[in-house]
């Protein structure tokens, strides 16, 4: 079985937008795994948000999503207690729900590797 690998925003936003600073690492990194990559829908939204005045940003996430190159395996809905804790955890940090939701899917899938331009 392949290793998993999830993304987080910036990885795909830097994907995307040939002006973000760690555009060249992302196209690196992607040439390197293969479908399909883990993420979670407050994800998407976010990279929407970032994406929607790259030209084709958007239609490119969606080509992505349409695809099954990216998956979101975590049901919010199923895993709601589990965020909540990690969100009260992290409080001071703060965590976003875009966060704990990757922290959940890390915490799921122990062995992925997550992909973040940090």
């Known amino acids: 079985m392949k290793q998993a690998i999830i993304l987080d925003t910036g990885v795909l936003a830097a994907y995307f937008d040939r002006r973000e600073s760690h555009h060249a690492w992302a196209k690196k990194k992607f040439s390197e795994v293969s479908p399909p990559l883990l993420t979670c829908e407050s994800v998407i939204s976010e990279a929407w948000h970032l994406l929607k005045n790259v030209p084709n940003g958007t239609a ?31 409080a001071n940090v703060p965590m976003s729900p875009a966060d704990a939701r990757l922290v959940r899917l890390s915490e799921r899938y122990a062995s992925a590797t997550l992909l973040t331009p940090r």
């Open 60 to 90: 490119l996430l969606l080509s992505f999503l349409q695809r099954g190159v990216l998956q979101m395996p975590l049901q919010i809905n199923e895993e709601i207690e589990n965020i909540a804790a990690l969100m009260r955890r992290y």
